[in-house]
């Protein structure tokens, strides 16, 4: 049974959730239609959890097959939602006005304009330069005369010229669907100039699509040598650490018996078989949309072989779709491999299986504990249970997918929520991860290396795309807050509550 804590918590989940969905609600009405579609989206992403939890507070239990079919509808949805706001957007475009020029009177950028500008231009380890620290030399004049030759009436219509660094930003009306008028634009520089400058098409603080042209001199550089024989080091350590988790896993300590590399071989495969799916499936994608991604510097980690790695694009990202498509395949390959190898694990666990692990294993984790529960049956009431060493390497395999999947700077998750959102909720969501985990440092150590990791590592957004007005469509927005749900899912421990009722431990 539920305690008069836990049952107050659900009441506050709830609560909170429904005056989300009323503040959202007040604040779409004015937009009439639109704003009421995009209001309805959000109640059909929360729906499902929101009745889940609130049968489940009732003693009421959903099995698995409901839960997706919820999912999977839910999903569907949205998506049809998604469809019907784009359609009525596009016919709100078609009954518009031109939008009448600006004139020169317009006042000087604004501070946060300037801030959001400078981002463009960053040192190779990602910090932002200080303007106010060096010396750009400005476009050439006849540069400059050629790259304004490249706008028009029917792609961009720029009514003001401001110099910036070693380039210009161009204010104007946009005149078009943006992918479509940056293909334009980007493909006439390119007949005017060649490959000396790129054109960024931005918005603006005022809501206003800006064209950015800076000189490609200024594109993400490859990796140095010393660089990648960083990622080389950082690779050995990685599969000594690998070793010494599977030694652990198996009740000994690699580094001190080496000789026993062979038991814990079988783990060390397992082990990178995720961690190496995850990165192809990065580099796949990555040459698909025709840009570069950096070898990976793998993080080494005692407890379980590795906390995955980092990379960075070496390459300018071209859309948001890109950005997405390249951040979200290294997490889906793993989360997919790593969730098979633990669901095969738990249907060959049987008494006399390798491992003996207490049922605290599974209260650890949400997923684990529910899909354990789903499988194994009355095994996991008992205080050591029978598991076969799939099902560990599964866990494992999740929890780093989890880890990169915080929505934290460049990591894969704020890579996703950056190119699904945009850079203001991104950079938001960071400092939001990061207070989390700065919080959740005081009981788990581990926290605190991950909050260090993302301060000194990757707190600063990845740069902005090439087209960073054009959006990705809904079906990619719903596996984005898929991925972050079965992130949160696997990382949050069961509440002893609902451990109780699931018969986990007895």
């Known amino acids: 049974m539920y305690t008069t804590s836990e049952n107050t918590t659900t009441i506050i989940v709830a609560l909170i959730a429904l005056g989300i969905l009323g503040w959202g609600y007040y604040r779409a009405k004015p937009y009439g239609k639109t704003g009421i579609l995009a209001w309805l989206q959000s109640v059909v992403l929360m729906a499902p959890w929101l009745l889940f939890f609130a049968l489940f507070a009732a003693g009421i239990y959903l099995n698995l097959v409901l839960i997706i079919f919820l999912l999977i509808a ?254 979200f395949a290294g997490p889906a390959a793993g989360g997919i491999i790593s969730l098979a190898m633990l669901l095969g694990g738990l249907l060959l666990s049987q008494e006399g299986s390798l491992f003996q692990m207490p049922s605290e294993f599974f209260k650890a984790s949400v997923l684990v504990g529910t899909l354990a529960r789903a499988i194994l049956g009355p095994a996991v009431h008992q205080n050591i249970v029978d598991v076969h060493p799939l099902a560990i390497i599964g866990w494992l395999g999740l929890v780093i997918t989890a880890i990169n999947l915080m929505p934290a700077g460049q990591l894969d998750g704020g890579r996703i929520v950056q190119a699904v959102y945009g850079r203001r909720v991104a950079g938001r969501a960071t400092l939001f991860t990061f207070i989390v985990l700065a919080i959740a440092s005081l009981v788990n150590p581990l926290a605190l290396y991950w909050a260090v990791i993302i301060l000194v590592l990757q707190r600063n957004l990845e740069r902005p795309c090439l087209n960073e007005l054009t959006e990705p469509d809904d079906a990619r927005a719903a596996l984005c807050l898929l991925a972050l749900f079965l992130a949160i899912a696997t990382l949050f421990p069961l509440t002893p509550g609902l451990a109780g009722k699931l018969g986990i431990g007895g």
């Open 74 to 327: 839910c999903t569907g949805l949205y998506i049809y939602l998604g469809k019907q706001l784009r359609i009525i957007a596009a016919q709100e475009a078609e009954n518009k006005p031109d939008i009448s020029p600006i004139t020169n009177s317009l006042q000087e950028s604004s501070s946060e304009e300037k801030t959001q500008l400078e981002n463009l231009d960053k040192t190779e380890n990602g910090e932002q330069k200080k303007a106010e620290t060096v010396e750009f030399i400005p476009i050439p004049t006849e540069d400059l005369q050629k790259v304004k030759d490249i706008f028009g009436v029917d792609t961009f219509f720029a009514t003001e010229t401001i110099p910036y660094q070693e380039g210009a930003i161009f204010k104007g009306n946009l005149r078009g669907e943006a992918e479509t008028v940056h293909g334009k634009l980007s493909a006439t520089l390119t007949e005017k100039l060649g490959d000396r400058y790129r054109l960024f098409l931005l918005e603006g603080p005022e809501a206003k699509p800006v064209v950015i042209i800076l000189p490609s001199k200024n594109d993400p550089k490859s990796a140095t040598t010393s660089q990648k024989i960083l990622a080389v080091i950082l690779l050995i350590m990685t599969i000594a650490t690998s070793f010494e988790a599977g030694g652990l896993l198996l009740g000994f300590d690699f580094f001190n018996q080496p000789m026993r590399y062979q038991e814990a071989l079988p783990v060390v495969i397992g082990l990178w078989i995720v961690l190496g799916g995850h990165e192809i499936a990065h580099q796949v994608l990555a040459k698909r949309h025709n840009v570069r991604f950096s070898w990976p510097f793998f993080l080494p980690a005692w407890q379980i072989g590795s906390f995955g790695s980092v990379n960075r694009f070496e390459s300018l990202i071209p859309s948001r779709k890109v950005l997405f498509d390249v951040a």
